[in-house]
């Protein structure tokens, strides 16, 4: 068994898991096993992952669709509970790059093993950056300036598009949020592990993947259109509940932001502008009474 377990979940993209598993069997750095977390999909993934053969490649199938926050938390539990000392974790549509892992293991010999999490560059399909990833740098990150030198630099919060994990991490701050199932896990996350563990984190420039996501738009309840509008009761619900756990700096950015969507929303949208606005003037309310709990996990 190596030490690093690459962590990838899917949800019925089979043709994105194949092209994700096949960059990943081509890693410059081959010292890491990868697990499929399988959030119960139903377009032949169960039935391919049966059929590999790869020594390396482990699938655990769950019995129904968790969403990414319910499938990182069981990936991450199944790093831990099995040993191993980093957990690289990605969505299905992600590609990481020849050398992805390389430069995130060289970023950890720089740090002394000494970070909370260590995240890479994410390009979208065009090679510019996908807007959806965009890591935000940390106030005081020229406290690191010798880092800059080797690409890396300190960050704040960070998405599950290729997020290096220490185990060590893990077992002090927490799994990921099942209850999140979708949107804002990663965030809160990210900015469990920063803000409230005061654990410094860092981007790996040198680290680079694409995310091969439809388009590079990112996320606007204003401008998105009609048909996706109802995910953003995950967005706003979870997010009520992140900035919560900051205390009234939080509680203020968080209403602050609410506030800003809503003229967006007046401005900008193009159809359904009372039925966006209600969805974050019921979560600024109802989110106060979300308390998911976080769960925790040692080695056997």
């Not at 898991?17 to 096993?33: A, E």
């Not at 959030?39 to 993934?45: E, K, R």
């Not at 990663?186 to 592990?193: G, K, Q």
């Not at 680079?208 to 738009?217: F, L, S, T, Y």
Request: proline share 1%; glycine share 6%; with cysteine.
């Amino acid at each position: 068994m190596n030490n690093v377990l690459a962590v990838v979940v899917t949800y019925n993209r089979i043709d994105m898991l194949k092209q994700c598993i096949s960059n990943l069997r081509n890693q410059t750095f081959d010292q890491f096993d990868v697990l499929i977390v399988n959030n119960a999909s139903t377009d032949g993934t169960y039935e391919y992952l049966c059929e590999n053969t790869d020594s390396n490649l482990t699938a655990l199938h769950l019995n129904q669709n968790l969403g990414g926050a319910g499938g990182f938390n069981a990936g991450l539990r199944y790093g831990v509970e099995n040993g191993y000392e980093y957990c690289w974790i990605m969505d299905d549509d992600t590609l990481p790059q020849q050398d992805s892992l390389q430069c995130l293991i060289e970023a950890d010999n720089v740090l002394n093993k000494s970070y909370g999490f260590l995240s890479s560059a994410a390009l979208w399909t065009d090679g510019r950056e996908c807007k959806m990833n965009r890591q935000k740098i940390k106030k005081n990150f020229y406290e690191d300036v010798h880092l800059l030198g080797e690409g890396i630099i300190r960050v704040e919060q960070a998405t599950f598009v290729s997020m290096f994990i220490p185990v060590s991490t893990i077992i002090k701050v927490g799994l990921p949020i099942t209850d999140f199932f979708i949107w804002g896990d990663d965030i809160e996350y990210s900015r469990r592990i920063t803000v409230r563990y005061s654990l410094n984190s860092y981007l790996v420039g040198k680290s680079k993947v694409i995310h091969a996501m439809k388009d590079n738009n990112g996320s606007s309840i204003a401008l998105d259109e009609s048909a996706r509008i109802a995910r953003y009761n995950y967005a706003f619900r979870n997010e009520n509940y992140l900035y919560r756990q900051e205390g009234l700096k939080g509680i203020a950015y968080y209403f602050a932001k609410c506030f800003l969507n809503i003229i967006r929303i007046i401005k900008f949208a193009k159809d359904s502008k009372f039925r966006r606005i209600a969805i974050i003037l019921k979560n600024m309310i109802f989110g106060l009474f979300f308390n998911p709990i976080v769960e925790y996990v040692s080695k056997k």
